[in-house]
């Protein structure tokens, strides 16, 4: 399976990236990844990231991990999972010195482990790709909690981007690709959800929502809980 991404990290990591990882997206021109943001230290996390990382307490998931930007700094307390299912992305947190490091989908999880807290930073949420699947990724999450567990996860409402854009269906499911050298990667779904719509799809699958931080650009931090 192709890995832009993981690949365009992993040369980042070894000195040896001579292109840059490209995004192409529907609101316009396509624009370069910054690829040394996902190895920042503590001293660089955002506002909301430090918020979301303080709420931590006890076994973590870190789903979408990466690099390991947030794994590094939550095993310095806490027992902590990272999940990524990029090859590249797990050897490179090896090598950085994340622990327990589990490669795989989470779609097609098969572990019975239970966790306190599950994370997914970065609007890491936005890895189902449309409501359908999120109402999967919600069911699948409600198993991996105990039961006083939480998910924390941040996203954010882009209807603002679509003002001379007509789209069919709800906005926040945006196709994107990767071009990463000459190599153009297959078309992928993100999803950026606005706080309304998760709020109704939360309470349908039996989560409470809770918005706890905003910020200026239309992008909030939340809460789900049993």
Same mark, same amino acid.
């Given at each position: 399976?192709?890995?832009?991404?993981? %690949?365009?990290?992993?040369?980042?990591?070894?000195?040896? %990236?001579?292109?840059?990882? !490209?995004?192409?997206?529907?609101?316009?021109?396509?624009?370069?990844?910054? $690829?040394?943001?996902?190895?920042?230290?503590?001293?660089?996390? #955002?506002?909301?990231?430090?918020?979301? @990382?303080?709420?931590?307490?006890?076994?973590?998931?870190?789903? *979408?991990?990466?690099?390991?930007?947030?794994?590094?700094?939550?095993?310095?307390?806490?027992?902590?999972?990272?999940?990524?299912?990029?090859?590249?992305?797990?050897? !490179?947190?090896?090598?950085? *010195?994340?622990?327990?490091?589990?490669?795989?989908?989470?779609?097609?999880?098969?572990?019975?482990?239970?966790?306190?807290? +599950? @994370?997914?930073?970065?609007?890491? !949420?936005?890895?189902? *790709?449309?409501?359908?699947?999120?109402?999967?990724?919600?069911?699948? $999450?409600?198993?991996?909690?105990?039961?006083?567990?939480?998910?924390?996860?941040?996203? #954010?409402?882009?209807?603002?981007?679509?003002?001379?854009?007509?789209?069919?269906?709800?906005?926040?499911?945006?196709?994107?690709?990767? %071009?990463?050298?000459?190599?153009?990667?297959?078309?992928?779904?993100?999803?950026? +959800?606005?706080?309304?719509?998760? %709020?109704?799809?939360?309470?349908?699958?039996?989560?409470?929502?809770?918005? +706890?931080?905003?910020?200026?650009?239309?992008?909030? @931090?939340?809460?789900?809980?049993?």
């Amino acid at each position: 399976m192709e890995d832009l991404f993981g %690949q365009a990290l992993w040369d980042y990591y070894h000195n040896t %990236q001579n292109n840059p990882l !490209i995004l192409h997206h529907p609101f316009g021109e396509p624009y370069q990844l910054d $690829l040394e943001g996902y190895f920042f230290g503590d001293d660089d996390f #955002s506002e909301m990231e430090q918020y979301a @990382l303080s709420l931590c307490n006890g076994k973590t998931l870190d789903v *979408g991990a990466a690099a390991g930007r947030h794994a590094l700094w939550l095993q310095e307390n806490n027992e902590t999972h990272v999940l990524d299912i990029s090859d590249k992305c797990c050897e !490179i947190m090896k090598r950085r *010195g994340v622990h327990n490091i589990i490669r795989a989908d989470i779609f097609k999880l098969t572990s019975k482990e239970k966790y306190d807290n +599950i @994370l997914l930073m970065l609007n890491g !949420i936005g890895i189902c *790709g449309d409501i359908l699947c999120l109402e999967r990724l919600l069911a699948i $999450l409600y198993g991996l909690t105990n039961r006083s567990g939480k998910v924390i996860f941040d996203s #954010s409402n882009i209807e603002h981007l679509y003002s001379d854009i007509k789209v069919p269906g709800y906005f926040g499911e945006v196709a994107y690709r990767y %071009q990463y050298g000459e190599k153009m990667g297959s078309p992928f779904k993100w999803l950026y +959800i606005d706080i309304d719509k998760m %709020q109704f799809v939360a309470k349908k699958w039996n989560w409470r929502m809770q918005v +706890i931080y905003e910020d200026d650009d239309n992008g909030y @931090l939340a809460l789900l809980t049993k």
